[in-house]
């Protein structure tokens, strides 16, 4: 997925100086960070490194944190809670690391300033991260605080939901250009829809949200959070003539929540919902437009045999209606996405959780378009 989230960080335009598995490295300052939280569509969190260090043990990990400058970083009056990530062999839970780290900046606050703030596990404050592996251990201020998976419109999550952070990239990594078809049967909450519309007018996750961690450090100013919350005020744009984004599901109780996510996200009008099964759904005579299933996975035998005759289906479905699209099925289950027929074109992986998933693609060719009832 790093692949990308690097193009939404050069989209921007910022450039990386590293790309790895899990993540993005550039340099910038707290400005940069902010813009970065208000803007990044595939993003989970924003970490500005404080310091990285050598610790083979927690005693060590505390020696060191002890010698940062907490006092100028939290306010003394405010809020803080500690995420870790952590591989080290004296450790066995990540909890007893957070717990160092927090005592840590508790104790240097204590000896710097006779009190110390609030700690606890809601992320809604100050957010510190620990990174460490083996030896070598990395401080964060994590900026964001709450995942930026979660792009703040999506009230009612309905059935086992794509993440909109991976709604979004699954997007990027396809063909669509914005000012096409885009049609999702078996839409659900509505998520890849919502997502497309907010693509399609330029809508960014920041319009949603109105916390963050960069809130609650010491020297932040609302002048600069404001400043890039209007610039992308700014960049929100009508949608393109003849743009057709259209969300079907055959559960009323589906539609209806898709509507509600749409109406918060302020893209509800430019979404066509259909109440039907999938093989009902209208399929506008375009080319270079583009099909999106995210069908279920199949947890149990059970679910998995029924399940292969749906797969056989929305291969039939792509291939005798969607011709001259793109088509594609986001699944955790390469079983099942033999039944499909087709030969995709690219398997692009993806993980939600712990699933290895895939994107198929695959390419619809032209020809004459058979007609609905």
Same mark, same amino acid.
């Given at each position: 997925?790093?692949?990308?989230?690097?193009?939404?960080?050069? *989209?921007?335009?910022?450039?990386?100086?590293? !790309?790895?598995?899990?993540? !993005?490295?550039?340099?910038?300052?707290?400005? *940069?960070?902010?813009?970065?939280?208000?803007?990044?569509?595939?993003?989970?969190?924003?970490?500005?490194?404080?310091?990285?260090?050598?610790?083979?043990?927690?005693?060590?990990?505390?020696?060191? %944190?002890?010698q940062l400058p907490w006092?100028?970083?939290?306010?003394?009056?405010?809020?803080?809670?500690?995420?870790?990530?952590?591989?080290?062999?004296?450790?066995?839970?990540?909890?007893?690391?957070?717990?160092?780290?927090?005592?840590?900046?508790?104790?240097?606050?204590?000896?710097?300033?006779? +009190?110390?703030?609030?700690?606890?596990?809601?992320?809604?404050?100050?957010?510190?991260?620990?990174?460490?592996?083996?030896?070598?251990?990395?401080?964060?201020?994590?900026?964001?605080?709450?995942? %930026?998976?979660?792009?703040?419109?999506?009230?009612?999550? &309905?059935?086992?939901?794509?993440?909109?952070?991976?709604?979004?990239?699954?997007?990027?990594?396809?063909?669509?250009?914005?000012? #096409?078809?885009?049609?999702?049967?078996?839409?659900?909450?509505?998520?890849?829809?919502?997502?497309? #519309?907010?693509?399609?007018?330029?809508?960014?996750?920041?319009?949603?949200?109105?916390?963050?961690?960069?809130m609650h450090v010491t020297?932040?100013?609302?002048?600069?959070?404001?400043?890039?919350?209007?610039?992308i005020e700014a960049k !929100?744009?009508?949608?393109?003539?003849?743009?057709?984004?259209?969300?079907?599901?055959?559960?009323?109780?589906?539609?209806?929540?898709?509507?509600?996510?749409? &109406?918060?996200?302020?893209?509800?009008?430019?979404?066509?919902?259909?109440?039907?099964?999938?093989?009902?759904?209208?399929?506008?005579?375009?080319?270079?437009?583009?099909?999106?299933?995210?069908?279920?996975?199949?947890?149990?035998?059970?679910?998995?045999?029924?399940?292969?005759?749906?797969?056989?289906?929305?291969?039939?479905?792509?291939?005798?209606?969607?011709?001259?699209?793109?088509?594609?099925?986001?699944?955790?289950?390469?079983?099942?996405?033999?039944?499909?027929?087709?030969?995709?074109?690219?398997?692009?992986?993806?993980?939600? &959780?712990?699933? *290895?998933?895939? +994107? +198929?693609?695959?390419?619809?060719?032209?020809?004459?378009?058979?007609?609905?009832?």
């Amino acid at each position: 997925m790093s692949v990308w989230l690097q193009k939404d960080v050069e *989209d921007l335009p910022y450039k990386p100086g590293r !790309v790895f598995k899990t993540g !993005v490295e550039l340099k910038g300052t707290m400005q *940069d960070c902010i813009r970065l939280n208000l803007n990044l569509r595939c993003a989970s969190q924003v970490l500005f490194s404080i310091k990285q260090f050598n610790a083979n043990n927690a005693d060590e990990l505390y020696r060191q %944190l002890m010698q940062l400058p907490w006092e100028d970083i939290i306010p003394a009056d405010g809020y803080f809670s500690v995420s870790s990530n952590v591989s080290n062999e004296t450790i066995s839970n990540n909890l007893f690391a957070n717990v160092k780290v927090k005592d840590a900046i508790a104790d240097r606050f204590r000896e710097k300033k006779g +009190l110390r703030p609030n700690s606890g596990a809601a992320l809604n404050g100050a957010v510190i991260h620990l990174y460490w592996k083996e030896n070598v251990a990395e401080i964060f201020l994590d900026t964001s605080g709450e995942t %930026l998976s979660k792009h703040g419109y999506r009230k009612i999550p &309905g059935k086992a939901p794509m993440l909109e952070s991976l709604a979004a990239a699954t997007i990027l990594a396809g063909n669509w250009k914005g000012n #096409a078809a885009f049609v999702n049967p078996m839409c659900g909450s509505g998520t890849l829809a919502i997502e497309a #519309a907010l693509m399609a007018t330029n809508r960014r996750p920041g319009l949603y949200r109105d916390n963050y961690s960069f809130m609650h450090v010491t020297g932040y100013l609302h002048s600069m959070y404001k400043k890039e919350l209007e610039a992308i005020e700014a960049k !929100v744009k009508e949608a393109p003539a003849g743009l057709q984004i259209i969300a079907s599901d055959i559960s009323e109780d589906a539609i209806h929540v898709s509507k509600v996510n749409a &109406g918060i996200a302020g893209v509800e009008d430019l979404i066509q919902f259909e109440c039907c099964d999938f093989e009902k759904t209208t399929v506008p005579a375009q080319e270079a437009a583009v099909v999106y299933f995210n069908p279920e996975y199949g947890d149990r035998l059970g679910d998995e045999t029924a399940l292969q005759q749906t797969y056989k289906r929305m291969g039939d479905f792509m291939k005798q209606q969607c011709k001259g699209y793109f088509g594609y099925i986001f699944t955790g289950n390469l079983e099942l996405a033999k039944k499909i027929g087709l030969k995709p074109k690219r398997r692009i992986e993806f993980f939600t &959780g712990k699933i *290895d998933c895939r +994107l +198929l693609e695959y390419e619809l060719y032209a020809g004459s378009r058979e007609n609905k009832n």
